[in-house]
Protein backbone atom coordinates (compact mmCIF):
# COMPACT_ATOMS: atom_id res chain seq x y z
CA UNK A 1 0.00 0.00 0.00
CA UNK A 2 1.52 3.47 -0.61
CA UNK A 3 2.46 5.46 2.38
CA UNK A 4 1.89 8.91 3.80
CA UNK A 5 2.34 11.37 0.82
CA UNK A 6 3.91 15.00 2.23
CA UNK A 7 4.46 17.48 -0.65
CA UNK A 8 6.65 19.51 -1.22
CA UNK A 9 9.78 18.11 0.42
CA UNK A 10 11.43 21.20 0.54
CA UNK A 11 10.10 24.61 0.67
CA UNK A 12 12.23 27.73 0.72
CA UNK A 13 10.48 31.22 1.32
CA UNK A 14 10.75 34.65 2.26
CA UNK A 15 9.45 36.47 5.62
CA UNK A 16 5.65 37.64 5.10
CA UNK A 17 5.39 34.95 2.22
CA UNK A 18 2.36 31.94 2.13
CA UNK A 19 3.21 28.15 2.29
CA UNK A 20 0.76 25.26 2.17
CA UNK A 21 1.75 21.82 3.18
CA UNK A 22 0.16 18.96 1.64
CA UNK A 23 -0.18 15.80 3.36
CA UNK A 24 -1.92 12.77 1.61
CA UNK A 25 -2.22 9.62 4.48
CA UNK A 26 -3.34 6.18 3.79
CA UNK A 27 -6.00 5.76 2.23
CA UNK A 28 -8.96 5.07 4.30
CA UNK A 29 -6.87 5.90 7.58
CA UNK A 30 -9.60 8.42 9.12
CA UNK A 31 -7.31 9.98 11.25
CA UNK A 32 -4.60 12.24 10.36
CA UNK A 33 -1.63 14.49 12.63
CA UNK A 34 0.03 17.35 11.90
CA UNK A 35 3.76 17.28 13.80
CA UNK A 36 6.65 19.48 13.39
CA UNK A 37 10.29 20.06 14.71
CA UNK A 38 11.39 22.86 15.39
CA UNK A 39 15.42 23.86 15.34
CA UNK A 40 16.14 20.58 16.13
CA UNK A 41 14.41 20.24 19.27
CA UNK A 42 11.45 17.85 19.70
CA UNK A 43 8.87 16.89 17.43
CA UNK A 44 5.77 18.23 18.96
CA UNK A 45 1.99 17.52 18.04
CA UNK A 46 0.65 20.35 16.28
CA UNK A 47 -3.10 18.67 15.61
CA UNK A 48 -5.24 15.89 14.37
CA UNK A 49 -8.22 15.56 12.36
CA UNK A 50 -10.77 12.16 12.40
CA UNK A 51 -11.94 12.53 8.61
CA UNK A 52 -12.74 16.19 7.90
CA UNK A 53 -13.31 17.21 11.76
CA UNK A 54 -10.84 18.64 13.86
CA UNK A 55 -10.67 16.60 16.90
CA UNK A 56 -7.55 18.50 18.47
CA UNK A 57 -5.66 21.85 17.67
CA UNK A 58 -4.14 22.51 21.12
CA UNK A 59 -0.64 22.24 19.37
CA UNK A 60 -1.34 24.93 16.76
CA UNK A 61 1.30 27.69 17.91
CA UNK A 62 -1.15 31.17 16.61
CA UNK A 63 -3.33 32.20 13.96
CA UNK A 64 -0.76 31.85 11.24
CA UNK A 65 -1.68 28.66 10.69
CA UNK A 66 -4.71 26.94 9.18
CA UNK A 67 -5.09 23.18 8.72
CA UNK A 68 -7.98 21.92 6.82
CA UNK A 69 -8.57 18.54 6.15
CA UNK A 70 -11.19 18.89 2.50
CA UNK A 71 -13.45 15.69 2.78
CA UNK A 72 -12.02 13.60 5.06
CA UNK A 73 -9.01 12.99 1.98
CA UNK A 74 -6.05 14.76 1.89
CA UNK A 75 -5.09 17.78 4.52
CA UNK A 76 -3.42 21.18 3.99
CA UNK A 77 -1.13 23.49 6.83
CA UNK A 78 -1.16 26.78 5.47
CA UNK A 79 1.03 29.29 7.20
CA UNK A 80 0.05 32.79 6.40
CA UNK A 81 2.93 35.49 7.10
CA UNK A 82 5.16 32.67 7.75
CA UNK A 83 7.97 33.72 10.39
CA UNK A 84 11.39 32.86 10.83
CA UNK A 85 10.48 30.66 13.72
CA UNK A 86 8.17 28.86 11.92
CA UNK A 87 11.26 26.87 10.09
CA UNK A 88 11.84 23.85 10.97
CA UNK A 89 10.56 19.95 9.42
CA UNK A 90 6.45 19.81 9.52
CA UNK A 91 5.74 15.60 9.85
CA UNK A 92 2.62 14.06 8.53
CA UNK A 93 1.31 11.13 10.13
CA UNK A 94 -2.36 8.99 9.69
CA UNK A 95 -3.77 5.96 11.35
CA UNK A 96 -6.69 4.03 10.95
CA UNK A 97 -7.41 3.62 14.88
CA UNK A 98 -6.92 6.86 17.11
CA UNK A 99 -3.98 5.14 19.10
CA UNK A 100 -0.14 6.31 18.19
CA UNK A 101 1.22 2.66 17.82
CA UNK A 102 -0.93 2.37 14.86
CA UNK A 103 1.18 5.74 12.98
CA UNK A 104 2.92 5.87 9.70
CA UNK A 105 4.32 8.79 9.16
CA UNK A 106 5.21 10.71 5.90
CA UNK A 107 8.82 11.93 5.15
CA UNK A 108 8.34 15.36 5.96
CA UNK A 109 8.49 18.80 4.73
CA UNK A 110 11.27 20.81 5.41
CA UNK A 111 10.35 24.55 5.58
CA UNK A 112 13.09 26.93 5.35
CA UNK A 113 11.64 30.81 6.14
CA UNK A 114 14.19 33.35 5.27
CA UNK B 1 2.66 15.93 32.29
CA UNK B 2 3.69 12.59 30.36
CA UNK B 3 7.49 13.16 28.87
CA UNK B 4 10.47 11.87 27.77
CA UNK B 5 14.20 12.97 27.93
CA UNK B 6 17.34 11.89 25.14
CA UNK B 7 20.24 12.84 27.40
CA UNK B 8 22.96 12.59 24.66
CA UNK B 9 22.71 14.73 21.06
CA UNK B 10 24.78 12.45 19.58
CA UNK B 11 26.13 8.94 20.05
CA UNK B 12 29.43 7.93 17.58
CA UNK B 13 30.05 4.57 17.56
CA UNK B 14 32.41 2.00 15.42
CA UNK B 15 31.21 -0.75 13.25
CA UNK B 16 30.59 -4.04 14.97
CA UNK B 17 30.51 -2.25 18.73
CA UNK B 18 27.64 -2.55 20.61
CA UNK B 19 24.94 0.44 20.41
CA UNK B 20 23.14 2.37 23.04
CA UNK B 21 20.76 5.28 22.67
CA UNK B 22 19.07 6.69 25.91
CA UNK B 23 15.91 7.65 26.90
CA UNK B 24 14.24 8.25 30.29
CA UNK B 25 10.86 8.75 30.88
CA UNK B 26 8.52 10.59 33.40
CA UNK B 27 4.80 9.29 33.44
CA UNK B 28 1.78 8.51 35.47
CA UNK B 29 0.96 5.06 35.57
CA UNK B 30 2.51 2.36 33.31
CA UNK B 31 3.53 3.99 30.32
CA UNK B 32 3.51 3.20 26.58
CA UNK B 33 6.83 3.56 25.23
CA UNK B 34 8.38 4.05 21.63
CA UNK B 35 10.97 4.50 19.64
CA UNK B 36 11.43 5.99 16.12
CA UNK B 37 14.04 6.66 13.69
CA UNK B 38 14.43 8.81 10.53
CA UNK B 39 16.86 7.61 8.14
CA UNK B 40 18.04 10.88 5.81
CA UNK B 41 15.36 11.59 3.49
CA UNK B 42 12.92 9.68 4.60
CA UNK B 43 10.26 9.69 7.11
CA UNK B 44 10.06 9.11 10.39
CA UNK B 45 9.63 5.16 10.87
CA UNK B 46 8.69 2.87 13.61
CA UNK B 47 10.87 0.91 15.20
CA UNK B 48 9.35 -0.61 18.11
CA UNK B 49 7.41 -0.23 21.32
CA UNK B 50 6.61 -1.15 24.61
CA UNK B 51 3.12 -1.63 26.12
CA UNK B 52 3.17 -4.43 28.81
CA UNK B 53 4.72 -7.82 29.37
CA UNK B 54 8.36 -8.52 29.01
CA UNK B 55 10.37 -5.59 29.35
CA UNK B 56 12.88 -6.63 26.82
CA UNK B 57 11.04 -5.42 23.23
CA UNK B 58 12.64 -6.27 20.23
CA UNK B 59 12.21 -4.16 17.05
CA UNK B 60 12.39 -4.01 13.19
CA UNK B 61 16.29 -4.22 12.63
CA UNK B 62 17.85 -5.72 14.92
CA UNK B 63 16.99 -3.10 17.71
CA UNK B 64 15.77 -4.17 20.85
CA UNK B 65 15.25 -1.91 24.40
CA UNK B 66 14.85 -2.33 27.31
CA UNK B 67 12.06 -1.10 29.65
CA UNK B 68 13.48 -0.69 33.12
CA UNK B 69 10.56 0.83 35.62
CA UNK B 70 13.45 1.57 38.96
CA UNK B 71 15.54 3.60 36.56
CA UNK B 72 12.85 4.86 34.18
CA UNK B 73 14.75 3.93 31.43
CA UNK B 74 13.90 2.50 27.99
CA UNK B 75 17.09 2.22 26.15
CA UNK B 76 17.62 1.31 22.29
CA UNK B 77 20.05 -1.04 21.51
CA UNK B 78 21.92 -3.04 19.09
CA UNK B 79 24.47 -5.63 19.82
CA UNK B 80 26.32 -4.82 16.73
CA UNK B 81 25.87 -1.41 15.01
CA UNK B 82 26.17 -0.97 11.21
CA UNK B 83 26.75 2.08 9.04
CA UNK B 84 23.35 1.85 8.21
CA UNK B 85 22.15 2.73 11.39
CA UNK B 86 23.60 6.30 10.95
CA UNK B 87 20.28 8.28 11.40
CA UNK B 88 18.29 10.25 14.04
CA UNK B 89 16.74 8.62 16.96
CA UNK B 90 13.49 9.84 18.68
CA UNK B 91 12.04 8.25 22.17
CA UNK B 92 7.97 8.61 22.64
CA UNK B 93 5.33 8.81 24.63
CA UNK B 94 1.58 8.72 24.60
CA UNK B 95 -0.18 10.67 27.48
CA UNK B 96 -2.86 8.39 29.19
CA UNK B 97 -5.46 10.57 28.54
CA UNK B 98 -5.15 10.72 24.82
CA UNK B 99 -2.86 8.23 23.41
CA UNK B 100 -3.43 9.43 19.92
CA UNK B 101 -0.90 12.20 20.24
CA UNK B 102 2.83 11.73 21.06
CA UNK B 103 5.31 13.44 23.34
CA UNK B 104 8.88 12.97 21.69
CA UNK B 105 12.31 13.24 22.93
CA UNK B 106 14.54 15.71 21.56
CA UNK B 107 16.12 13.14 19.10
CA UNK B 108 19.60 11.70 19.16
CA UNK B 109 22.23 11.62 15.96
CA UNK B 110 23.68 8.32 16.02
CA UNK B 111 26.85 8.21 13.53
CA UNK B 112 28.48 4.63 13.01
CA UNK B 113 31.80 4.93 11.00
CA UNK B 114 33.36 2.37 9.29
Known amino acids: EAGVTQFPSHSVIEKGQTVTLRCDPI?????LYWYRRVMGKEIKFLLH????????ESGMPNNRFLAERTGGTYSTLKVQPAELEDSGVYFC????????????FGSGTRLTVV | AQSVAQPEDQVNVAEGNPLTVKCTYS??????LFWYVQYPNRGLQFLLK??????LVKGSYGFEAEFNKSQTSFHLKKPSALVSDSALYFC????????????FGAGTTVTVRA
Open chain 1, 93 to 104: ASSATGVSYGYT
Open chain 1, 27 to 31: SGHDN
Open chain 1, 49 to 56: FVKESKQD
Open chain 2, 27 to 32: VSGNPY
Open chain 2, 50 to 55: YITGDN
Open chain 2, 92 to 103: AVPPPSNDYKLS
